[in-house]
Each structure stands twice: as structure tokens, then as C-alpha cells.
């Protein structure tokens, strides 16, 4: 059995704590069946910054049957309220038929493309098209009979775990493990659209990480570009956002969805982080070493005469640093001077005695 690693690589690019974050442009129903603004938004996210574009791989009848029964209708605050599921699905889907030329333009923009698929068919569709990773929707996490088929395609999974308590993610990520999957990401994500900053709990991510020992990174549905940048500082490996050419252009999906420039920002913004971010360090850095001459230390204050006592009138911790630490003071207090010396001079060893 191959060693389970803490990274995931895609198209050759690894993904994990010791390497760049992963920037995907979620699609989704951002394209309002045009085809035509499908291809110009992977072309937008690429020069916006992304990594990847992903897709989501369904059809209504693969995810629910067409009824209006009060169990399909959708209720509760959300922004498809009174729509039944069938519906919804039947209107935003990514037809599979443009599948390949979207792979075509990806590949074309130099740029990863890889899919949500949401059965067994699409499983097997997007093998035949030669995806390079699939994703598992935080909705399917609890199918565990999916996890296991896109598994066994021993392509990297990444899985998002909206709503998952600890145990329903532990389940999904040895059911992989023991299907055959052995490079495994994990999204926290808020199941929320949009998503409440408050409920995002960005700490998670650090404790997914520590539990699972894989790359842990965020599928962020909330507005703006504040919480994927923080998430950065915290950990996350991967980002995952919605992308649509504009918020004007209304979808499902819009609200909460970023623009080419927004998303271009939070890309530039979270590269700086990950320098900023850096390694736990106590050397003195390059443009920090200028700063060092500007500490305190140890300077004569008044003249002194060989054989005087220092005392707190004569010998005090000033700036600049070019004396000794301030630390030596009460040893040295109460010392003779060894030779006469000027007011403002720093204080070295062989002047004591």
C-alpha cells in the first residue's frame, strides 16, 4: 500500500502546507447556459489569478425526481425559496456536452479544469474526458457508495465539509482511504449562500489538518475577499470561490460570487500572505538587520576620569545599539572606568574593571 502523503498534486503542481495555495474559480450556474460566457470565464479567472476552473457534472434527474411535494420545495431562507429542487437543477446545469470544449479552453489558457461529479455516470464520464482531480460537494459527503467510486479512480479528491459533523467526515475520508484514494483534501466550508462571516469558524482548519494529516483549505461563500484571505493566514492550502464575469449578470450563484477584479485582488492579497506567512524565524532578516544599530545599549553620559565608579548618573541604556546590551547594567554599575573617556561614548568590556 503507497504512503498516504500530506499533499495533493495536480497536473504536476503539489498542494499543501510547504507549497503555493491552490486558487480555484468555482463556475457553477455562473454561466447562465451560454457557452460562449463559460469559456470567456475561464479565460477571466486564469488572467484573474486562478489555478483552476471547476465545473459541477449533474443532471436534475441524477440528483433528485421532479415533484411538488413539500419535501422538493425549497424553503427556509434561502435565496431559491418556492423553487422545487427539479427546477433549479433542470435550469443551472453544466451541460455535458460542453464538457470537452471547456476542457479544450482550460488546457488552451493554461489552466486546470476539474469537475463535481455527482453519480456514478458523471464519475465515469469525466474519467473518459481525463479530468485530473474530481471534487465531492459538501452535500454528498454522507454518500459514501460516490466517495468510493471516485476513489477507486485514484485521481487526488478534494472534498468539501459543509455541514459535516466530525464523525460524517472521518467516514467520507477512510471510506476513500480504503477505496484506493491516497492524495485527500479537505474544504472547511459553510453551507450557507452567502455564507455569515461569523459562522465560518476558520479555526477548523488547522484542526482538520492536525486530525486527518492532509491539506485542509476553505470553500468560502461569503461576500467579499476578507475571510479566503484570512483562511490563508490560518492555514488553508487551497481557496475555493464562486467566479462570474459580473454580479449584474443574475444566477443562482451571483451574490455571493466574485468578479474578475475581486477575484484578482484576493489572489494578489493572499500571495503576500504566504510570504508574510513564512516559517518560524528569530534571525535577523536582511532590511531588518538596518534596524538593529537603533536599540538601546550601554553609553557613557557624563565624562569619566580612569578610576571613577559607574554609577546611573554616568552609564545609561540609550539609544543607539552600538554599546553593550542593557542587559549587563547591574553588573556593571559600581565598577571603575579603566581609562578616561568622552561623554556620548558606547561602553565596551575593556573599559571596566
Known amino acids: 500500500m503507497s504512503k498516504i502523503k500530506n499533499y495533493i498534486e495536480i497536473n504536476g503542481r503539489r498542494i499543501g502546507p510547504e507549497y503555493p495555495v491552490y486558487l480555484i474559480a468555482e463556475l457553477s450556474a455562473n454561466h447562465n447556459r451560454n457557452l460562449d460566457d463559460a469559456v470567456k470565464m475561464i479565460h477571466e479567472a486564469k488572467k484573474a489569478g486562478a489555478d483552476a476552473v471547476k465545473l459541477q457534472t449533474y443532471t436534475a434527474d441524477s440528483l433528485t425526481i421532479p ?24 435550469e443551472i446545469y453544466t451541460p455535458w456536452e460542453w464538457h470537452p470544449r471547456l476542457k479544450k479552453e482550460a488546457a488552451k489558457a493554461g489552466i486546470d479544469l476539474f469537475s463535481s461529479p455527482f453519480d456514478d455516470k458523471a464519475v465515469d464520464f469525466l474519467e473518459k474526458l481525463g479530468v485530473p482531480a474530481h471534487k465531492i460537494a459538501s452535500f ?28 460524517e467526515i472521518r467516514d467520507a475520508v477512510t471510506a476513500a482511504r480504503k477505496a484506493g484514494a491516497r492524495q ?48 490563508v493566514a490560518m492555514g488553508a492550502c487551497l481557496i475555493e470561490r464562486h467566479f462570474t464575469l459580473s454580479r ?9 460570487s466574485l468578479e474578475p477584479h475581486e477575484f484578482r485582488q484576493m489572489a494578489d492579497a493572499v500571495r503576500l500572505v504566504e510570504k508574510a506567512a513564512g516559517n518560524a524565524h528569530y534571525q535577523v532578516g536582511k532590511e531588518e538587520e538596518k534596524s538593529r544599530t537603533f536599540r538601546r545599549s550601554l553609553f557613557i553620559v557624563q565624562n569619566m576620569k580612569a578610576g571613577e ?19 549587563y547594567l547591574p553588573s556593571i554599575l559600581g565598577r571603575k572606568c579603566k581609562r578616561n573617556v568622552d561623554r556620548g561614548t558606547p561602553l565596551t568590556w575593556d573599559m571596566c574593571r
Open 140 to 167: 454528498e459527503i454522507v454518500d459514501i457508495r460516490l466517495i468510493q467510486k471516485i476513489a477507486r479512480t485514484r485521481k487526488p479528491v478534494i472534498m468539501s465539509t459543509g455541514m459535516a459533523s466530525l464523525g
Open 67 to 90: 415533484s411538488d411535494k413539500k419535501y422538493f420545495r425549497i424553503g427556509g431562507g434561502t435565496l431559491w425559496d418556492g423553487r422545487t429542487l427539479y427546477d433549479l437543477y433542470d
Open 309 to 327: 565608579l559607574f554609577t546611573e548618573e554616568n552609564l545609561r541604556s540609550i539609544r543607539p545599539g552600538y554599546g553593550l546590551p542593557p542587559k
Open 184 to 231: 485527500i483534501a479537505l474544504l472547511k466550508c459553510t453551507s450557507a449562500y452567502p455564507a455569515p462571516p461569523e459562522e465560518m469558524n476558520l479555526k477548523t482548519i488547522s484542526h482538520l489538518a492536525k486530525t486527518f494529516k492532509v491539506p485542509v483549505g476553505i470553500s468560502d461563500h461569503t461576500k467579499g475577499i476578507t475571510v479566503s484571505i484570512a483562511a
Open 248 to 256: 449584474e449578470n443574475k444566477s443562482a450563484d451571483s451574490e455571493f
